[in-house]
């Protein structure tokens, strides 16, 4: 009909890997941004805290206790997210090669 050729099937394979390699990078990107976001939140709660808090020696305490707490909490659920994105691409990118052999 036409000059155009079907795509082989490397070239088929070809673009699937780049088509996922696309979707990681997207991933990846919106993984960066939700971090981004929780640190944000965070903050906002523990300011929220501290303005919330009376002032005084114990309640420094208590503030730094919290604002640690906070970003640990904020730093432990980025990275649960971060492995569970990444235990997706590594699936993935699994199929995709089994899929090409």
Do not use: C, N
């Not at 696309?22 to 993984?31: F, H, K, N």
């Amino acid at each position: 009909m036409g000059s155009e050729q079907e795509p082989t099937s490397a070239e088929g394979r070809r673009s699937a890997v780049e088509r996922a390699a696309e979707l990681s990078e997207d991933v990846v990107q919106a993984l960066d941004d939700d971090a981004r976001a929780a640190i944000k939140a965070v903050e906002q709660f523990l300011v929220t805290v501290e303005e919330a808090l009376p002032q005084g020696d114990g309640m420094r305490r208590a503030e730094k206790q919290i604002t640690e707490a906070g970003l640990k909490m904020a730093h432990q659920l980025v990275h649960a997210q971060a492995e569970f994105l990444r235990k997706v691409i590594d699936s993935a990118s699994e199929s995709l090669s089994t899929s090409g052999d």
